[in-house]
Nanobody, 125 residues
Framework: HVQLVESGGGLVQAGGSLRLSCAASGRTFRTYAMGWFRQAPGNEREFVAA????????YYPDSVKGRFTISRDNAKNTVYLQMNSLKPEDTAVYYC??????????????????WGQGTQVTVSS
């Protein structure tokens, strides 16, 4: 099993920045990628970013490309999501995920078997 613990959420004004962290523990060798998803009230959980442990290759949807950066620290089994130029529409609960996605499943919930509890990000206008 893999445990994921997110931190770093909070309240920020539009245009501001936040950095989320996700620490993984347990059988992390069973996963080769980590991802971030978000879910706003009434919406589906949507993909935000992902990264491969092995080579650090990132994956982003167009909605955050250029504003969000995902990175990882293999020694600490920790993944980070740096969010800049935040907008009110970025407000959501952000979830960390771990799994073994392949191809297009990097971008979908089905690619990830393990999930954190989520951390709230609120962007005020």
């Amino acid at each position: 099993h893999v445990q994921l613990v997110e931190s770093g959420g909070g309240l920020v004004q539009a245009g501001g920045s936040l950095r989320l962290s996700c620490a993984a523990s347990g059988r992390t060798f069973r996963t080769y990628a980590m991802g971030w998803f978000r879910q706003a009230p009434g919406n589906e959980r949507e993909f935000v970013a992902a990264i491969r442990w092995s080579d650090g290759r990132p994956y982003y949807p167009d909605s955050v490309k250029g504003r969000f950066t995902i990175s990882r620290d293999n020694a600490k089994n920790t993944v980070y999501l740096q969010m800049n130029s935040l907008k009110p529409e970025d407000t959501a609960v952000y979830y960390c995920a771990a799994g073994s996605p392949y191809g297009s499943s990097y971008y979908t919930k089905s690619g990830y078997a393990y999930w954190g509890q989520g951390t709230q990000v609120t962007v005020s206008s």
